[in-house]
């Protein structure tokens, strides 16, 4: 049987609809791709961690380590408690000096002050460095010398907070970029 020229042409397909498949499926394959939630890599434990996460637990003087205990169990017993502007009680949630004066009044039987400013104004030693912090200081952030915001220090590069609106009490690391450039001091009450 001879094919003529023909008839070749119309046995092989035409180089367009052999290519429309595979355009196809290559346009959904990057929709596919485009669609779906870019991967975070995954931080090594030194990127993950605070670079004071290495540094040895330390607590106030061996008097008050049992308060100081009792501090950091009741500080990190909240993590979670929803933040709310002006709360001071796990049932209502808490803003973050009704947090700390809800940690000391029942873990320390301290009375503090209701906001941050005046808990900074308060006796006690002042620690300009991190890495002078010992486990239960009060740790202030601001701007420009004006305190806006408190938390207790946990050790370990971290510090229990109530941060902001919509969000928990949590532990977040006291160098980390936001914190470290608005860290202002911390304050040793449990000496």
């Given amino acids: 049987m001879r094919l003529s020229f023909a008839a070749l042409s119309i046995v092989r397909p ?20 485009c669609s779906s939630a870019p991967r975070k890599p995954q ?3 030194k990127d993950s961690r605070s670079n004071l996460a290495n540094q040895p637990a330390r607590g106030p003087s061996e008097a008050n380590t049992g308060t ?8 990190i017993a909240l993590v979670g408690t929803p933040y709310r502007w002006g709360g001071n009680t796990p049932d209502s949630g808490f803003d ?11 873990a320390a039987n301290l009375l503090l002050p209701r906001t941050s400013h005046e808990m ?20 202030f952030f601001g ?6 915001h408190v938390g207790v220090y946990v050790g370990k590069g971290r510090f229990v ?4 609106s919509g969000g928990t009490v949590r532990l977040d690391d006291i160098d980390g970029p936001y914190w470290r450039d608005h860290f202002t001091y911390g304050k040793r009450l449990l000496n």
């Fill in 96 to 106: 973050c000096s009704g947090l700390v004066t809800y940690i000391y009044r029942n």
């Fill in 43 to 45: 931080p090594t434990f």
């Fill in 143 to 148: 701007s420009r010398g004006n305190i806006s």
């Fill in 14 to 33: 035409a180089p367009c609809r052999v290519a429309r498949p595979w355009v196809l499926v290559m346009a959904i394959l990057l929709l596919a791709a």
């Fill in 120 to 139: 900074a104004l308060m006796d006690g030693r002042t620690v300009g460095s991190m890495t002078d912090l010992v486990s239960g200081d009060l740790v």
């Fill in 161 to 164: 907070h109530a941060p902001n």
């Fill in 68 to 75: 100081a205990n009792d501090v950091l169990f009741r500080a």
